[in-house]
């Protein structure tokens, strides 16, 4: 009884600050502010850098522990360190594996996650992910597996990421998620633009334009706004889909 009185307690205030307006604006200072010294890039998980901000780290946590799942896919390795923090938590479950896609997979970083001791959780292929070769590769390794967690954070332009939803999408199933990150590219404001977006990102081709095209479409996936709501820094507003069916 008290842990539900406690849960209980806990959705309340979750609901009360997702309807915080002041609070969440000041989040969102504070995350461009930090930004622009590329707070996210200061942080290291078992040695590697992970590049997320800690707040994601925690979110991220809660669900693999929830879910349990035989197998992470997460598009986009950079340095490794996402890779390294999914392998810790799959061996503190005691099952499954990561399979890291990325278009190149630099030498260097190959190494030290080769090196790493929690290398025998990892897998990784190079090339894009919304490749028809790669998506095959990755549908032999998912065969069969129960529970499928996927994180996207790869190329953030709206196509890709949209076309790694409708192609992601049909491994994960009820109860399970798929992660959006940088969906924030859409919510920055014009006087941190010019120095935080890179690429081809705008307001009107990013993460969270795809997202929300694809659940036009998708009834099997719903944003899981409590999640984002108890966060309140996360570069992936509206990027955690849960599926329902």
Same mark, same amino acid.
């Given at each position: +009884?008290?842990? #539900?009185?406690?849960?209980?307690?806990?959705?309340?205030?979750?609901? #009360? +600050?997702?309807?915080?307006?002041?609070?969440? /604006?000041?989040?969102? #200072?504070? +995350?461009?502010? @930090? @930004?622009?010294?590329?707070?996210?890039?200061?942080?290291?998980?078992?040695?590697?850098?992970?590049?997320?901000?800690?707040?994601?780290?925690?979110?991220?946590?809660?669900?693999?522990?929830?879910?349990?799942?035989?197998?992470?896919?997460?598009? &986009?390795?950079?340095?490794?360190?996402s890779?390294?923090?999914?392998?810790? +938590?799959?061996?503190?479950i005691?099952?499954?594996?990561?399979?890291?896609?990325?278009?190149?997979?630099? *030498?260097?970083n190959?190494?030290?996650?080769?090196?790493h001791?929690?290398?025998?959780?990892?897998?990784?292929?190079?090339? @894009?992910?919304?490749?028809?070769?790669?998506?095959?590769?990755?549908?032999?390794?998912?065969?069969?597996?129960?529970?499928?967690?996927?994180?996207?954070?790869?190329?953030?332009?709206?196509? !890709?990421?949209?076309?790694?939803? /409708?192609?992601?999408? /049909?491994?994960?199933?009820?109860?399970?998620?798929m992660?959006?990150?940088?969906?924030?590219?859409?919510?920055?404001?014009?006087?941190?633009?010019?120095? %935080?977006?890179? &690429?081809?990102?705008?307001?009107t081709?990013?993460?969270?334009?795809?997202? !929300?095209?694809?659940?036009?479409?998708?009834?099997?996936?719903?944003?899981? *706004?409590?999640?984002e709501?108890? %966060? %309140?820094?996360?570069?992936?507003?509206?990027?955690f889909?849960?599926?329902?069916?």
């Amino acid at each position: +009884m008290i842990e #539900k009185e406690f849960e209980t307690r806990n959705k309340k205030f979750i609901k #009360k +600050m997702g309807k915080n307006k002041p609070l969440k /604006k000041l989040s969102k #200072k504070w +995350m461009m502010e @930090s @930004s622009l010294d590329e707070y996210s890039y200061h942080f290291r998980w078992l040695g590697l850098p992970i590049i997320q901000f800690p707040q994601d780290i925690v979110g991220l946590q809660e669900i693999i522990w929830k879910i349990k799942p035989d197998l992470i896919i997460e598009t &986009g390795i950079a340095r490794g360190g996402s890779l390294i923090f999914s392998a810790s +938590m799959l061996q503190l479950i005691g099952k499954g594996n990561v399979l890291g896609i990325d278009i190149e997979i630099r *030498k260097e970083n190959k190494e030290r996650i080769l090196k790493h001791p929690l290398y025998k959780r990892i897998k990784m292929i190079e090339g @894009s992910s919304i490749d028809e070769n790669v998506i095959n590769k990755v549908n032999k390794i998912a065969k069969n597996k129960n529970r499928i967690l996927v994180i996207l954070d790869s190329n953030h332009s709206h196509d !890709h990421v949209l076309a790694e939803l /409708k192609a992601y999408s /049909k491994l994960v199933k009820k109860g399970s998620y798929m992660i959006v990150f940088d969906t924030v590219i859409q919510d920055i404001p014009n006087k941190y633009s010019k120095k %935080l977006l890179k &690429g081809n990102w705008s307001k009107t081709d990013n993460p969270k334009t795809a997202v !929300h095209e694809f659940l036009k479409k998708n009834k099997r996936f719903i944003i899981d *706004k409590e999640l984002e709501n108890k %966060l %309140l820094i996360t570069v992936a507003p509206d990027g955690f889909l849960k599926c329902i069916t």
